[in-house]
């Protein structure tokens, strides 16, 4: 399995490594990454973990020890792994190992905007919400509700979106 | 946590970290609400879309990109973290439903990745990291104190009506 470091230079890692990212039992089961899914997902967790004052070895024998300690992948999810990992050796060329197209970049790493309809949180039970907002004497807004709201508690709606 | 009815944002703080000549934006947004001493900061990581036609645009090596906006945002946040009680961001994952199951799974593994990065960095001052999901969404949560512990959080979790899921990070 090739990984590009951040030098650019590109290192052979162990599969299985490959595969211990894929399975982590902390995510559930192994969706069917596309390889170019898979290209994305090893460097983005395996790179940061690359410390260059230690030698590829140091670096590789270290990842195998934070995905052993967090615990067993389970044997279907490893079997499942391993084969994505075997596909993205197959179909990623060397040149772009580490490279991710511009689109799918901006979407898997950055906030962007969802459809403006569409409220960011649906409130069910507004007059609960209403008391506990006067109680947190809090500015408010609602973009969905289904009681009348006092007009003095209507400041500007925010368009939704993902972030913080 | 933009456009939520708990929080009072006070100031944004925003900032282009250029990587191999492409601009990306990190912003900050700084809330207070009330009973609650210190600020709930808000954290987005934003392409500069339209910026140029990614059609014409080579790939990138991304997780160089994805580790400087991090370490941006850390820098970023320093000054102002011994004021700052709760840190947090979030995916809304209707629309990545949308988009195939395959893109939200990899994103929340991105943004996990992202998350125990900069947990490392503030620690220190924010120990807890929760990862809560729930139908339609993933946040994460820094924390002073464990998320729990603050009423405002039990609030908008019963108000929120729907079944959160949290592992402790």
Redesign the interface.
């Known amino acids: 399995m090739l990984i ?1 470091l ?1 030098t ?1 230079e590109l290192v052979e890692f162990p599969d299985e490594l490959g595969a211990l990212v894929l399975a ?1 039992p ?2 559930g089961d192994v ?4 390889p170019d ?1 898979v290209n ?2 090893i ?3 395996l ?2 973990m690359f410390n260059p004052s230690f030698t590829h070895e140091q670096n590789i024998a270290q990842a195998i020890a934070h995905f052993t300690q967090i615990g067993p992948a389970s044997a279907a999810s490893l079997e499942k792994a391993r084969a994505l990992i075997a596909d993205y050796n197959k179909n990623i060329a060397p040149d ?1 190992v ?6 799918l ?8 905007n ?2 403006a309809a ?1 409220p ?2 649906v ?3 507004p007059n ?2 209403l008391d ?2 006067a ?9 969905e509700y289904t009681a009348p709201v006092p007009e003095h508690l209507l400041k500007r709606k ?7 | 946590m933009a456009g939520h009815t708990l929080l009072n944002q006070v100031r944004t703080k925003s900032e282009v970290v250029i990587v191999n000549n492409q601009p990306y934006t990190v912003v900050l947004s700084y809330n207070k609400v009330a009973d609650m001493d210190g600020y709930v900061i808000g954290l987005k990581f934003a392409d500069a879309e339209g910026s140029m036609d990614s059609a014409t645009i080579k790939p990138t090596y991304a997780i160089s990109v994805a580790l400087a906006v991090a370490h941006r945002a850390v820098q970023m946040l320093k000054p102002d973290l011994a004021n700052t009680i709760i840190l947090g961001f979030y995916l809304l994952t209707d629309d990545l439903d949308a988009r195939g199951p395959l893109a939200k799974k990899a994103k929340i593994r991105v943004y996990n990745n992202r998350a125990q990065e900069m947990h490392k960095a503030l620690q220190h001052r924010l120990p807890h990291l929760a990862r809560l999901e729930t139908l339609g969404g993933v946040a994460w949560l820094f924390t002073e104190k464990i998320h729990t512990a603050y009423s405002q959080f039990n609030r908008l979790e019963n108000e929120l009506a729907k079944q959160i899921r949290t592992t402790l990070c």
């Open positions: 590009r951040e650019k982590d902390r995510e969706p069917d990454f596309t899914l994305c997902l460097h983005d967790a790179v940061p772009a580490g490279y991710v197209d511009r689109n970049m901006g979407y898997l790493y950055f906030s962007h969802t459809d569409k960011a949180l409130i069910d039970q609960g919400l506990a907002l109680d947190l004497n809090a500015e408010f807004t609602l973009d925010r368009k939704p979106e993902s972030g913080g």
